[in-house]
């Protein structure tokens, strides 16, 4: 089973920009979705972020549509989530994972207004 480890979290003003990285244990050819999640503060319900698809197919959220991009880098086997116009509600831990898999840790963004 692959393991995706997350990073590129902190702190941020409003208005600004973050990239997060999930590097897999293994070749991200292998992985048909890779999907990005994130639960906001007080254990709120974890939302569905953002999807891509081995073929380079991507679907976001209508709450982040426009504002995050996602991209890959084959040769490191990772997966990236390029974060601009962030705003407050977008403070959460974010986390990458695919089918099947297990939740990693995550990693922490916080947009400050």
């Known amino acids: 089973q692959v393991q995706l480890v997350e990073s590129g979290g902190g702190l941020v003003q409003a208005g600004g920009s973050l990239r997060l990285s999930c590097a897999a244990s293994?070749?991200?050819?292998?992985?048909?979705?890779i999907h990005w999640y994130r639960q906001g503060p007080g254990n709120q319900r974890r939302e569905w972020v953002a999807a891509l698809t081995k073929l380079g197919n991507t679907t976001y959220a209508a709450s982040v549509k426009d504002r995050f991009i996602l991209s890959r880098d084959n040769a490191k086997n990772s997966v990236y989530l390029q974060m601009n116009s962030l705003k407050p509600e977008d403070t959460a831990v974010y986390y990458c994972?695919?089918?099947?898999?297990?939740w990693g840790q995550g990693t922490q963004v916080t947009v400050s207004s």
């Open positions: 293994r070749s991200i050819d292998t992985l048909n979705v």
């Open positions: 994972r695919t089918f099947p898999g297990d």
